[in-house]
């Protein structure tokens, strides 16, 4: 299960770079370093606009589920561009469709990352 979540997590990163949205190419960051700092914007969007309802226990989890674990990765991390459409219109669940593609993206590349969820590869 381990090398399968990898593999999605390697996979999921590469097509961020080249998935395209709502008929545009998705934007590129220039140089090497792309994926990480994509990566280090996603993970800090998601302290500033998710983990208030993601990480809080006594939310249920129908309100605002775990985002991590197998549940998850099978379920989002496996289709990119339906986590991507999810986040982008209809997240944070106060305030919807705020977030941009840009935002949207590198949340997706921080959830496949392992990051967020403390499962990052090991380097």
Known sequence: MQSILRFTQITVCGLLVVLPVQGRAAPQAAGSDAPAQQVAHGVALYK????????TPSRSLDEAPLLAGPAFAQKW????AALFQKIRYSMPQDNPGTLSDEEAQA???????????GKAPAK
């Open 77 to 80: 991390l496996a289709r990119p």
């Open 48 to 55: 500033q606009r998710c983990g208030a309802c993601h990480n």
């Open 107 to 117: 949340l997706v590349a921080a959830l496949a990352s392992g990051y967020i969820s």
